[in-house]
């Protein structure tokens, strides 16, 4: 397969759609899952059982919701989102979300309930104190975002059904890969899935790779 | 973990039932399946042979690429140049004609390429073309998508690439469901278009012209090919769409609905 003009396009698109999601993920998880982690409240088992089934949340399910809100004869079709990159984005943030925020929450209850109080004890603010908790914990952290970003780069359900998969718009890898196959172009349905594997590899690289900085073995 | 270990097995052991002997494989079009006709045409087959049918409802090009494979029985499809080359390679034992409905152009009520007043198909894609009106394309190389391509070819126009013309690269039902979001103009089979209507705010702008036609053919898979089809099954299939019970149901379908039938048999006709 030649690397046409529209491979590189439909890559990027994913790049851009998947990344947007996986930062909006990332800032409202991040925060939401300390806050789940270091609360202490009622019902905070049940938000921690909800967030975690969100984890398995299928995303042809987020797709029809969000579809559905966003048709024209919906409750948000004045947005005109739908059928747009920014339409996939929603769904997939609401696909992340619950992944970081569930990980972000492992993550922090893992640090010894002891380094809160030493932390307060030395005089530090809470903001500081959570600072100090999310350097302390960055390796499962970084593994929540990778897993939130895996999460939306290779889910076809969602991005099909809120994006259209319109060529030159909303055309992504993973729906570009379904549409060669239903062409039975297989051959080019698996360059794509290639390209798809190759991109998820070297992104998660990077991650990997700060997330190893300064690991003393 | 022994506990898993069982649950595991469990689950292996519900996954391995095999394909029953008496199932058909059948591969068609989304169309079929999306017009509804092969809900009640498929159990009145199993009524009556005793066969089990297993569908594959996909766009035609895959269609022929899982029947070449050896993957399908039967094949029920809506892509004439297509299906002929089919033949031609050997894939293909017999391919007999089964019903026709028509294409036809929908739209937005506002018709802003006013193609209501067109005389021909071709005269239709001129005004849409040369209005930069939305359109949206199947883009998947299905039987409705080489039709429309040809129908642009046929007007020497080449839509490919202008900002108007949105490829869906999905079904029938999802495109349509597009083109009504977008307001924009598309080709689909009537069949699929009556089924969808209530659904989607567009309506028929253009119908009638001969060159619209759309006929579907069934095809038994060549046994050469691929010994393991279930020849006895796909000819029965053949054999029952084609008898004067199974073209009732196809002409009896759809007309308590929709007030017309929405596909037409084929017995008596030649193959065009």
New interface residues.
């Given amino acids: 397969m030649s690397f046409d003009r529209e491979v590189i396009q439909i890559t990027l698109l994913s790049l851009q759609v998947s990344g947007i999601a996986t930062t909006a993920s990332l800032l409202l998880g991040l925060p939401f899952g300390t806050w789940l982690a270091l609360g202490d409240f009622r019902g905070r088992s049940f938000i921690l059982s909800i967030i975690n089934t969100g984890m398995a949340l299928p995303p042809v399910v987020v797709g029809l919701v969000v579809a559905m809100s966003l048709w024209r004869s919906g409750p948000l079709g004045d947005l005109r989102l739908i059928y747009t990159p920014w339409a996939i984005v929603l769904a997939q943030t609401i696909i992340a979300a619950p992944v970081v925020t569930g990980l972000t929450a492992a993550a922090l209850e893992s640090l010894d309930p002891r380094l809160q109080q030493q932390l307060l004890g030395l005089g530090a603010s809470r903001i500081q104190m959570i600072l100090h908790l999310w350097r302390e914990a960055r390796l499962p952290l970084l593994a929540a975002l990778m897993a939130g970003f895996g999460s939306v780069i290779s889910e076809v359900g969602a991005s099909m059904m809120v994006g259209g998969n319109i060529r030159g718009q909303t055309r992504v890898l993973t729906t570009a890969i379904v549409l060669e196959t239903s062409k039975g172009e297989f051959e080019r349905a698996l360059a794509l899935s290639a390209l798809l594997l190759i991109l998820t590899y070297l992104i998660n690289l990077a991650l990997t790779w700060i997330q190893q900085r300064g690991v003393k073995r | 973990m022994k506990k898993f270990a069982l649950l595991f097995l469990l689950l292996l052991a519900s996954c391995s039932e095999a394909v029953p002997e008496n199932a058909v494989i059948l591969v068609s079009t989304t169309s079929t399946q999306d017009s509804g006709l092969l809900d009640v045409l498929l159990p009145a087959f199993t009524l009556q042979t005793g066969y089990q049918v297993n569908l594959i409802a996909?766009?035609s090009?895959?269609?022929?690429?899982?029947a070449e494979q050896g993957n399908a029985d039967i094949v029920l499809l809506h892509s004439p140049q297509a299906e002929l080359k089919f033949m031609q390679e050997g894939f293909g034992l017999e391919r007999r004609p089964v019903m026709h409905n028509d294409f036809v152009i929908v739209g937005p009520s506002m018709d802003p390429a006013s193609i209501r007043a067109q005389p021909t198909a071709l005269a239709a894609f001129e005004e849409i073309f040369a209005s930069a009106s939305t359109f949206v394309s199947r883009?998947?190389?299905s039987g409705t998508h080489v039709k429309e391509l040809s129908l642009w070819d046929q007007a020497d126009l080449d839509p490919a690439?202008k900002d108007w013309y949105?490829?869906?690269?999905?079904g029938q039902g999802?495109t349509l469901s597009?083109a009504s979001?977008?307001q924009g103009y598309a080709l689909t089979d009537r069949g699929t278009f009556l089924a969808y209507r209530s659904n989607v705010?567009l309506v028929i702008l253009f119908e009638g012209d001969p060159i619209l036609l759309n006929v579907y053919h069934v095809i038994t898979v060549n046994p050469e090919k691929w010994p393991h089809v279930n020849l006895m099954g796909a000819q029965a299939f053949a054999d029952f769409v084609t008898s004067s019970e199974g073209q009732q149901i196809i002409r009896e379908y759809g007309v308590e609905e929709y007030g017309q039938p929405l596909f037409i048999p084929f017995v008596g006709s030649e193959s065009p």
């Fill in positions: 996909t766009g090009g895959q269609a022929l690429k899982i883009g998947d190389e690439g949105l490829e869906t690269g999905q999802a597009i979001e977008k705010d």
